[in-house]
């Protein structure tokens, strides 16, 4: 069982900063592909960025894209999401998930994930 846990969630003004961490355990991190997903109250789960296995292929929502990066170290077992820029509308509980893949393909869906940690607050006030 893959154990994943976020940190660094708070609250921010608009155009402030936040890195997000993600830390893993239980499991050899790097077999899986990970992905930085959010909801905001009364929406659904989104995926915000997703990096493979080895972090040399990422995506990112349109939203996002150019603000937020996520990055990886195996040797830490944490993913990262780098926030800059950010703007109200970035409000919203942050996971990270994990899936099983020595590929080098980036998941979209909720569904493709099968480990996800408990989530951290993020708040951008105006």
């Known amino acids: 069982q893959l154990q994943l846990v976020e940190s660094g969630g708070g609250l921010v003004q608009a155009g402030g900063s936040l890195r997000l961490s993600c830390a893993a355990s239980?499991?050899?991190?790097?077999?899986?592909?990970m992905g930085w997903f959010r909801q905001a109250p009364g929406k659904d789960r989104e995926l915000v960025g997703a990096?493979?296995?080895?972090?040399?292929?990422?995506r990112y929502a349109v939203s996002v894209k150019g603000r937020f990066t996520v990055s990886r170290d195996n040797a830490k077992n944490t993913v990262y999401l780098q926030m800059n820029s950010l703007k109200p509308e970035d409000t919203a509980v942050y996971y990270c998930?994990?899936?099983?893949?020595?590929?080098?393909?980036?998941?979209?869906?909720?569904?493709?994930?099968?480990?996800w940690g408990q989530g951290t607050q993020v708040t951008v006030s105006s």
């Open positions: 239980g499991r050899t991190f790097s077999n899986y592909a």
């Open positions: 990096i493979s296995w080895s972090g040399d292929n990422t």
């Open positions: 998930a994990a899936k099983p893949s020595r590929y080098s393909g980036i998941y979209y869906w909720t569904s493709d994930y099968d480990y």
